[in-house]
């Protein structure tokens, strides 16, 4: 009993200290002060309207968003296609491709930044959009396809089977069965490679071309020249984005899973 009271209150201490720093900055986005200090000396907005007056920051996130919603498109894409392939089909060499497909995952980020850069440079391309949107795709690709392969698994293959048998092609059959029964995985794997791409500095870092920036290295590059309560205010914009889209999807994965077991 002892150990177990033990285990609850060091996994509570854990977690204060893994998320207390960000619930302080967060506090601290809402202080009128131009210096963050406790006790607050109110409530205040200011510094989110002067985040949204800051013509770089809004830049940023345009940025972010369209590079967020492209990779989420693309990445999903590929990583359906990729697992009905691993899942479906036999083929030479289908372990050793599925292997390398999530193999990413298990690459330190950086290493896969300084790779990709060094290719691009033995091609003689330049650091680009094109290249920091290659970047993307190729590291939240095996979270999309985990995802969906998890959820192909489940689905069985006799459904297919007596579509294909009542007259349907493999494409009416992939439109008309597979793809509702997957469409759970498809959104948590389209939000979930949205949120990476979103939040990514690492490999960005490396990847982007001058002149461009997301909202993480616009963030770095403040804290660079100094501590600004805008900073504070765009950390948390950027927690509220991330959290929120993986518990809309995880809500409305829900929901359609609900709906199609009805």
């Known amino acids: 009993m002892i150990g177990w009271n033990v285990i609850r209150w060091a996994t509570a201490l854990v977690y204060i200290f893994m998320f207390a720093p960000i619930v ?18 109110g409530f205040s907005l200011r510094w989110f309207i002067a985040l949204w007056e800051n013509e770089a920051i809004v830049r940023a996130f345009q940025v972010s968003l369209l590079l967020g919603l492209l990779t989420s498109l693309i990445a999903t894409t590929l990583g359906v296609l990729a697992a009905l392939a691993i899942v479906r089909y036999e083929f030479p060499g289908k372990r050793l491709i599925s292997t390398a497909m999530v193999a990413p995952i298990l690459i330190p980020e950086v290493v896969l930044a300084v790779a990709l850069l ?24 095996p979270f999309v396809i985990l995802v969906v392969q998890a959820r192909l698994v489940g689905i069985r293959r006799e459904y297919e089977e007596a579509a294909l048998s009542l007259g349907a092609n493999p494409v009416q059959t992939f439109l008309q069965v597979t793809l509702p029964l997957l469409l759970p995985a498809i959104l948590a794997g389209l939000l979930f490679s949205f949120t990476i791409s979103f939040d990514d500095i690492t490999g960005t870092l490396f990847w982007k071309p001058g002149g461009i920036e997301t909202v993480p290295t616009q963030l770095f590059a403040m804290l660079r020249h100094s501590i600004s309560p805008e900073i504070n205010a765009l950390g948390t914009t950027m927690v509220l984005i991330t959290v929120a889209f993986p518990l809309l999807g995880m809500a409305l994965a829900r929901a359609l899973a609900r709906r199609l077991n009805a």
């Open 24 to 41: 302080v900055v967060m506090l601290l986005a809402f202080n009128p002060a131009q210096f963050g200090s406790f006790p607050m000396q």
């Open 118 to 141: 060094l290719f691009m440079q033995f091609l003689n391309l330049p650091r680009s959009f094109l290249m920091l949107l290659m970047g993307h795709v190729i590291f939240t690709l």
